[in-house]
């Protein structure tokens, strides 16, 4: 049984910082490409941030310089600085496991962000 979970959402000021961690379990968390995912009240769900099992790294143009996605395959886990951040960047934060060619994803259940004074 493959479970994910996130942590480290929270409440924070602008310009302040949180790391968000996704861990997973029941699979080959190496093998996986990881990505951090967003949707914001009334919004569409939009990519964050992507790596790759390679480390290969990608943002989306409104987080790159502040956010940095990183992995620890030794404890299945899967981060995400963010710096700098701003009121927009309030949303529920998802984590998604996926492999290329494999149409069985992975999601978790979300973290909660709010950035407010």
């Known amino acids: 049984q493959v479970q994910v979970v996130e942590s480290g959402g929270g409440l924070v000021q602008p310009g302040g910082s949180l790391r968000l961690s996704c861990t997973a379990s029941?699979?080959?968390?190496?093998?996986?490409?990881m990505g951090w995912y967003r949707q914001a009240p009334g919004k569409q769900r939009e990519l964050v941030a992507v790596?790759?099992?390679?480390?290969?790294?990608n943002y989306a143009y409104f987080v790159k310089g502040r956010f940095t996605i990183s992995r620890n395959n030794a404890n299945n886990t899967a981060y995400l600085q963010m710096n700098s951040l701003k009121p927009e960047d309030t949303a529920v934060y998802y984590c998604r496991l996926s492999r290329p060619g494999v149409s069985r994803d992975y999601w978790g259940q979300g973290t909660q962000v709010t950035v407010s004074s």
């Open positions: 029941g699979i080959i968390f190496s093998a996986h490409t």
């Open positions: 790596i790759t099992s390679g480390s290969m790294t």
